[in-house]
């Protein structure tokens, strides 16, 4: 048999103050909640609140304000803002080149992740997702695209950049949210079978092929 390599030991979840516990009835339906809320944002969320270091606690209110503030309004607005911004005028074939920050950020972000996950630290593996999320958002924040249309070369380079790193992204997201990661994939027309160094996601860029955009999670 092949033994664990790394011993993953959390502290406790608690719900609302209390200790889980079935016969008190301290309990949450996870099929019921699947259902009605969807895969990923659990999967986020119970990610985004883990006792790896410490004990933490689950409650509606956090789950609502997580999944609303943090994954939708940070991971998914950015996706969905240069995706409609890469639609309405998409950019030219030519190389326009990356900013030397966002290559950076990029790499890091990579880096970051895959050893996170190989510890495992899964707290940190979702961190270096939302920063470089955050970072996405400044970046078109700073830039505002929506402003120059009419300077095409100017407006290439803002959103090859941006892409570059929805693309990043789009990695990342792989193990934590399947459900999502297939949604973009179809969206992008893009589909990495494992996790791509940052020359490979690079390279991509050029193949992309936005499809129909559609949210890619509910707001609660």
Known sequence: ??????????????????????SRGVVVDSSEMVEKYGNDPIRFYL??????NHDSGFTWADFARVV?????ANLGNFINRTLTLAQQIPTSSQDVGIDKKI????????SGAKSAV????LKNYLDQILKLADSGNKYLAEHEPWK??????????????????????????????PETYEKLASILN???????????????????????????????
């Open 190 to 220: 893009i589909d990495f079978r494992k996790w791509p160094k940052a020359k490979e996601i690079r390279q991509s860029v050029g193949e992309i092929q936005i499809g129909k955009i559609e949210p890619l999670f509910g707001k609660i």
């Open 47 to 52: 990610t985004y609140i883990a006792p790896e």
């Open 103 to 110: 290559e950076q950020e990029i790499k890091t972000a990579i």
């Open 1 to 22: 048999l092949n033994l664990p390599d790394i011993p993953a030991i959390n502290q406790f979840l608690n719900f609302g103050g209390e200790q889980f516990s079935k």
């Open 118 to 121: 190989e510890k495992p630290e």
């Open 68 to 72: 609303n503030d943090v994954l939708i």
């Open 148 to 177: 120059i249309k009419d300077d095409q070369e100017k407006y290439d380079k803002i959103i090859t950049n941006a892409l570059y790193t929805v693309l990043t992204l789009h990695a990342l997201i792989k193990p934590l949210l």
